[in-house]
């Protein structure tokens, strides 16, 4: 299972970091960050492969949010800085059997239950 944590309410320029822990560990798993707003898909964030090796993010994250993990707590983070109003959204953490970098929902098999992310203008 996947326990989510770190949201709150910010404003606009502020930070977070969000934690992922993941009981049945992150050992050979990609790990991936999504989010969800109201009325809208959920959609790809951020990704790093196992080890760690590589990230990718979505185009309107690049250079504000950095993905991280550390294997020893089977812990997965999302840095979110220079936050922005249209960044709030559910954050949802998930875990892929594959090992390099997945943007796709379908490559998830282990999702946490979400941490709210609400930036004020």
């Known amino acids: 299972q996947l326990q989510a944590s770190g949201g709150g309410l910010v404003q606009a320029g502020g930070s977070l970091r969000l934690s992922c822990v993941a009981s049945?560990?992150?050992?050979?798993?990609?790990m991936g960050w999504f989010r969800q707003a109201p009325g809208k898909d959920r959609e790809f964030v951020a990704t790093?492969?196992?080890?760690?090796?590589?990230?990718q993010y979505t185009r309107s994250v690049k250079g504000r949010f950095t993905i991280s993990r550390d294997n020893t707590k089977d812990t997965v983070y999302l840095q979110l800085n220079g936050l922005k109003p249209e960044d709030t959204a559910v954050y949802y953490c998930?875990?892929?059997?594959?090992?390099?970098?997945?943007?796709?929902?379908?490559?998830?098999?282990?999702w946490g239950q979400g941490t709210q992310v609400t930036v004020s203008s």
């Open positions: 049945g560990g992150t050992s050979s798993r990609t």
């Open positions: 998930a875990a892929s059997s594959r090992q390099t970098t997945q943007i796709l929902r379908t490559e998830y098999s282990d």
């Open positions: 790093i492969s196992w080890p760690g090796t590589k990230t």
